[in-house]
C-alpha cells in the first residue's frame, strides 16, 4: 500500500520543489540526498576555480549584482524553524544580505518581516523585488533609501482555504523584471500555478493569468519579442505567453524530465532550459518550439545563466557547476563545489560568477550549518 504523506510533507514538498530543492522521485526525501558524481566528465578539484568563499546564514536562495551600489545582494530565509510546526516558519522573517564583490564580506543586512527566496532587480530604478514563497507576497525595496513597498498575493482567507482543502500554492518562485516597462513578472507554482503580472512602479497588481497546470517554475522575458516564457514541472513544458493579450499561445515539450529554469538569447532565437531529473539542458528554438540541441550537464540540474560566451549551469545533486561555450554548446569545465550549488549572479564574463551553495539537511528539514556564496573563476 502506498503510503500518504502528511500535509506536512506535501506542503514541503511543494516549497522545495518552488525554491528548487529537487527531484520529482521521491519529494519529500530530497533533503537527504547524497550529491552524485557527473558522468564522463573529468572534474577539477574545488580549489582551482574558488577565488573567494564566504559562510553568510542558513537558507541562502538567490543573489543578484546592482552595478549602482557595486554590490551583491543574496536572499536568506534563515531556516525553516523547529520542523514540528506545520506553518513550517512562514510567520518569520529574513534577511537581504549586502555582500562586497570583491571580499564577499556582509556590507549590510536588510531585515524582512517574510522570508525571501527569489529576487529580480530594476537597475534602472535601483529597486530590489523580493519573493516570499511562503508567505505568498513580494517586497519592493529601493537600494537607494531601503523605502519599501509589500504586496500580498494571496489573503488570509484563501490560504485557510487552500490549507483546508489541502491545495499548495499558487507561491511566487521566479521573478524576472521588464525594465523598459517596469512590469514584474512572478510564476506562481502550485497544485494551479499562474503567472502575476505586477506594476512595478507602485506594486499593484495588474493581472493574474492561470491555466499553466501543476508546478510552473521557470521564467524568461522577452520584451522586444512581446513573449514570457513559463517551464512547467509536471507536464515537461515550456508554455508561450502573449505580452500583450496576456494569453497562452502555445505549449511546447522542452525535451528533458522536469524542467525547473529558463534563459533566453532573444537574439538567437534560443530558450534554454534546465531538467532537474534528466540531468540536462535542452535548447529549443523559440519560432517554432523545436529542441535543436541537448547539452549534458549534471544531476538535479537547476539554475542557468547566459554571459557574453559562457552559459553556467549549477548541478545541484551532482554538486557541480558546468561551463558551455555559448556559440557552440561546447563543454568547457566542470568545476566541483564544496557543497551543494543553487542559484548565480555574474558581473562580467571576465569576473567569473558567483553562486549561492546549499548544506544537506536532515530529515526534519534542518541544518545547523550556513549556507555560503562562492566566487569562481573558470
Given amino acids: 500500500m502506498t503510503k500518504t504523506p502528511s500535509r506536512r510533507a506535501?506542503?514541503?514538498?511543494?516549497?522545495?520543489?518552488?525554491?528548487?530543492?529537487?527531484?520529482?522521485?521521491?519529494?519529500?526525501?530530497?533533503?537527504?540526498?547524497?550529491?552524485?558524481?557527473?558522468?564522463?566528465?573529468?572534474?577539477?578539484?574545488?580549489?582551482?576555480?574558488?577565488?573567494?568563499?564566504?559562510?553568510?546564514?542558513?537558507?541562502?536562495?538567490?543573489?543578484?549584482?546592482?552595478?549602482?551600489q557595486q554590490s551583491i545582494y543574496v536572499a536568506a530565509t534563515g531556516g525553516f524553524g523547529k520542523g514540528a510546526s506545520d506553518n513550517y516558519g512562514e510567520g518569520e522573517g529574513g534577511s537581504i544580505y549586502r555582500l562586497d564583490p570583491q571580499t564577499l564580506e556582509i556590507?549590510?543586512?536588510?531585515?524582512?518581516?517574510?522570508?525571501?527566496?527569489?529576487?529580480a532587480l530594476n537597475e534602472k530604478t535601483h529597486t530590489l523585488f523580493v519573493g516570499h514563497t511562503l508567505d505568498q507576497s513580494v517586497?519592493?525595496?529601493?537600494l537607494d533609501d531601503n523605502t519599501r513597498h509589500h504586496l500580498a498575493l494571496a489573503t488570509d482567507a484563501e490560504k485557510a482555504r487552500a490549507k483546508k482543502n489541502d491545495v499548495f500554492g499558487p507561491n511566487p518562485r521566479q521573478l524576472s523584471v521588464d525594465e523598459q516597462s517596469n512590469t514584474l513578472y512572478v510564476t506562481g507554482v502550485g497544485d494551479k500555478s499562474v503567472l502575476w503580472v505586477i506594476n512595478g512602479d507602485d506594486l499593484t497588481l495588474t493581472d493574474t493569468i492561470e491555466g499553466f497546470g501543476v508546478w510552473a517554475t521557470g521564467l524568461a522575458?522577452?520584451?522586444?519579442?512581446?513573449?514570457?516564457?513559463?517551464?512547467?514541472m509536471k507536464?515537461?513544458?515550456?508554455?508561450?505567453?502573449?505580452?500583450?493579450?496576456?494569453?497562452?499561445?502555445?505549449?511546447?515539450?522542452?525535451?528533458?524530465?522536469?524542467?525547473?529554469?529558463?534563459a533566453l538569447?532573444?537574439?538567437?532565437?534560443?530558450?534554454?532550459?534546465?531538467?532537474?531529473?534528466?540531468?540536462?539542458?535542452?535548447?529549443?528554438?523559440?519560432?517554432n518550439g523545436k529542441a535543436v540541441d541537448t547539452l549534458k550537464s549534471g544531476d538535479g540540474a537547476l539554475a542557468l545563466m547566459l554571459t557574453d560566451d559562457r552559459l553556467y549551469v549549477t548541478n545541484r545533486k551532482a554538486q557541480t557547476v558546468t561551463l558551455f561555450d555559448r556559440e557552440s554548446h561546447k563543454l568547457l569545465d566542470t568545476i566541483r563545489t564544496?557543497?551543494?550549488?543553487?542559484?548565480?549572479?555574474?558581473?562580467?564574463?571576465?569576473?567569473?560568477?558567483?553562486?549561492?551553495?546549499?548544506?544537506?539537511?536532515?530529515?526534519n528539514h534542518q541544518t545547523d550549518k550556513p549556507d555560503s556564496v562562492i566566487h569562481i573563476k573558470p
Fill in 139 to 142: 517586497t519592493a525595496i529601493n
Fill in 107 to 119: 556590507k549590510d543586512t536588510i531585515k524582512l518581516d517574510q522570508k525571501p527566496f527569489g529576487l
Fill in 221 to 232: 522575458v522577452d520584451h522586444d519579442g512581446g513573449r514570457i516564457y513559463v517551464s512547467t
Fill in 10 to 68: 506535501r506542503v514541503l514538498q511543494g516549497a522545495f520543489i518552488a525554491l528548487g530543492l529537487v527531484t520529482l522521485s521521491a519529494p519529500w526525501a530530497v533533503a537527504n540526498e547524497q550529491p552524485a558524481q557527473s558522468q564522463g566528465v573529468e572534474q577539477q578539484s574545488v580549489s582551482d576555480h574558488i577565488v573567494g568563499h564566504k559562510d553568510v546564514d542558513q537558507g541562502l536562495y538567490e543573489l543578484v549584482f546592482s552595478p549602482s
Fill in 338 to 363: 564544496p557543497l551543494m550549488p543553487n542559484s548565480l549572479a555574474a558581473i562580467s564574463d571576465a569576473t567569473g560568477a558567483y553562486v549561492t551553495l546549499k548544506q544537506k539537511l536532515d530529515e
Fill in 265 to 287: 538569447d532573444s537574439d538567437k532565437h534560443q530558450l534554454y532550459v534546465t531538467n532537474a531529473n534528466s540531468g540536462n539542458v535542452t535548447v529549443l528554438d523559440t519560432e
Fill in 235 to 262: 507536464d515537461n513544458a515550456v508554455r508561450v505567453v502573449d505580452m500583450d493579450s496576456h494569453k497562452i499561445i502555445a505549449k511546447w515539450p522542452t525535451g528533458g524530465d522536469g524542467p525547473l529554469n529558463l
